[in-house]
């Protein structure tokens, strides 16, 4: 859903709202705006200017220069999972790292769902919104499963590894196979982007970096075709 100039924005912050995005015209002056970027900076919320032409495509109305994205679902933080994973004997997490293709996020999470995932956990910027596509391609499973959202993937990272949660990282570019990797214990699997693939920042904190095996001449799979086997391997193991 979205919502529509610079007062009811505000209002919507003021609310408590679940915003995924802000979107504020570019070179757009006035005390008003001026407030309205302070409460979006103060409350950390994914914003972007943008030319008058993409907001005036996203809604008719008379938008003022301002259009915020409003998320169907409640973001959980990193104290509001804690329980959910001490409640888990065995807790599965799922990390993606700026994967911004909603068609992938919403077949990751549909897998995810299905697969059992404890949580999943995204970054506030660079990730992709949720929005009808991404609930579409989730088959629903979106409503179904917690989901996470941090300032900085690392923080996650850092607070699951206090947790006694293993971090296991896919990268093609590691020496070590997913198939030799010892999922049957508490462990956050973090994929990347198609295109960027995992943050090499991240990459240093993990405490393991594998692969899936590749004979074929395309080095990669899709993410969200990645992320599953990563997923039911974890599972095979377990049962």
Do not use: W
Request: aromatic share 6%; with cysteine; glycine share 6%.
């Amino acid at each position: 859903m979205e919502i529509f100039g610079i007062r009811a924005v505000m209002e919507a912050i003021n609310s408590s709202k679940d915003i995924d995005k802000v979107f504020i015209q570019i070179g757009l002056k006035g005390g008003l705006i001026g407030t309205l970027e302070s409460l979006i900076r103060k409350n950390k919320i994914n914003f972007s200017y943008v030319p008058k032409q993409k907001l005036d495509r996203l809604s008719k109305k008379n938008h003022q220069g301002v259009i915020a994205r409003i998320s169907p679902i409640k973001f959980l933080d990193l104290n509001q999972i804690d329980r959910i994973i001490t409640e888990n004997k065995l807790p599965l997490l799922l990390i993606l790292d700026q994967i911004n293709d909603v068609r992938n996020f919403g077949a990751i999470i549909r897998t995810a769902e299905v697969a059992g995932v404890t949580a999943v956990v995204i970054q506030n910027s660079s990730s992709a919104p949720v929005n009808s596509d991404t609930i579409k391609t989730s088959a629903g499973a979106i409503f179904n499963i917690p989901v996470c959202k941090v300032n900085h993937i690392k923080d996650a990272i850092y607070h699951f590894k206090s947790l006694g949660i293993s971090i296991v990282s896919a990268s093609e570019k590691s020496d070590k196979n997913l198939y030799d990797t010892n999922l049957k214990k508490p462990v956050a699997i973090v994929m990347g982007s198609e295109n960027k693939g995992i943050n090499k920042s991240v990459l240093k904190i993990s405490d393991e970096i594998v692969k899936l095996p590749i004979y074929g001449k395309i080095e990669s799979l899709n993410v969200s075709v990645a992320c599953g086997i990563f997923l039911y391997e974890a599972i095979r193991q377990r049962i």
